[in-house]
């Protein structure tokens, strides 16, 4: 018997002159009703609500803004997860194999694509499949430039769940990483990317919002 199964054999023999837990109703709101509301635009709203930087742009002109992005910041040497679509940039250093928490500390950013995004919270969701990456690889770099399809956002965080597997690990990103822990003052990167630049890949003309919706 392993550790775990002695733990929970316990608890049951603990537990058994209790009464059994009558059921948990749900009959609570678990989706979100979307009609009438344009997803990308709240998005955008709450996302600069959230510190990040956003860009809008088509299919055609994602590779062009993904460039522009990184050389807004000076990102040279830019690190993607496997999976990622190598024309997005061929320039890239592939985390294959793993790149060393030394290494990825010493890069200028990461280019990712994400899993899911909540219009109502601005929030991405990444659950680490293909084109997303290890945690470390989208905690350690400064700056994490998050490529977000148009038809990935959904309206709250139900919505969100009913698409997630659930046994797999998740990462929520609203802004970039920030905390008011001491004496309240905001210090950005403390656990996280101290620089967010999301790309929401539309029909739309390409367009950059920064503090206000475009």
Known sequence: MSAREDVLSRISTALRDRPTAPPI????????????????DLFTERALDYAAVLRRCDASTLIATIESVLAAHGARRVVAPSGLPREWLPTAMRDEPAISVAELDQVDGV???????IALTGTVVLDHGPGQGRRALTLIPDLHVLVVRAGQIVHGVPDALALLDPTRATTWISGPSAT???????????????????????????????????
């Open 180 to 214: 008011s822990d001491i004496e309240l003052t905001r210090v950005e990167g403390v656990h996280g990317p101290r620089r967010l630049e999301v790309i929401v890949c539309t029909t739309d003309t390409a367009a950059t919002t920064k503090g206000t919706l475009s």
């Open 111 to 117: 280019l990712t694509s994400c899993a899911v995004a």
């Open 25 to 40: 109703a749900r009959t609570y709101h678990q989706r979100n009703a979307t009609a009438g509301i344009d997803l990308v």
